[in-house]
């Protein structure tokens, strides 16, 4: 994490390479070295440290990612870096929850708009009925967030089935 933080690169790729755990996160803030270096923004490591986030042991929990972490906080700033270097937008933590889930229970209107830009929620919103996203965009009442996820769904609509 501290390579991260000073912006080592070559440091950062020699630890990953040695096996260490780029889920860790610090004890004071919660931070994986992926978000230390997001705000820092410095997107060479963070193009690294997303590409190396993804590749973890399938035997473990799947951690939550920046990108969840980031949409939660409402961190547009950060989600948008993320998102330019590469970060699976669709990645599932905890509860299948993704960055779109996360930021639509805290009603980050402008996060999900970003988030669905960049291709979110693809699979869950075709499952319109099971959406969590929508769910809690609705227990919220946010009238604009169920408004986009249903256009959302709509536009998914016509690409799957080839509507005009």
């Excluded at 705000?39 to 035997?59: G, M």
Aim: net charge negative; glycine share 6%; hydrophobic share 45%.
């Amino acid at each position: 994490m501290i390579a991260a933080m000073q912006g080592y690169y070559d440091i950062c790729v020699m630890l990953v390479e040695a096996n260490a755990d780029v889920h860790q996160r610090t004890k004071e803030e919660g931070e994986s070295a992926l978000m230390i270096a997001a705000k820092r923004q410095n997107s060479e490591i963070c193009r690294f440290l997303s590409k190396a986030e993804e590749q973890f042991d399938p035997k473990k929990p799947t951690p939550r990612t920046a990108l969840m972490s980031f949409a939660e906080q409402g961190r547009e700033d950060m989600c948008q870096l993320l998102l330019s270097v590469g970060a699976k937008v669709d990645a599932a933590g905890p509860g299948r929850r993704t960055a779109l889930i996360e930021a639509a229970e805290k009603s980050e209107t402008a996060i999900c708009n970003l988030l669905l830009k960049a291709g979110a929620g693809t699979r869950e919103i075709t499952e319109l009925y099971g959406s969590k996203s929508l769910l809690w965009a609705a227990i919220f009442q946010n009238e604009v967030l169920c408004r986009m996820l249903l256009e959302a769904a709509q536009d998914i609509d016509h690409e799957i089935f080839d509507i005009e």
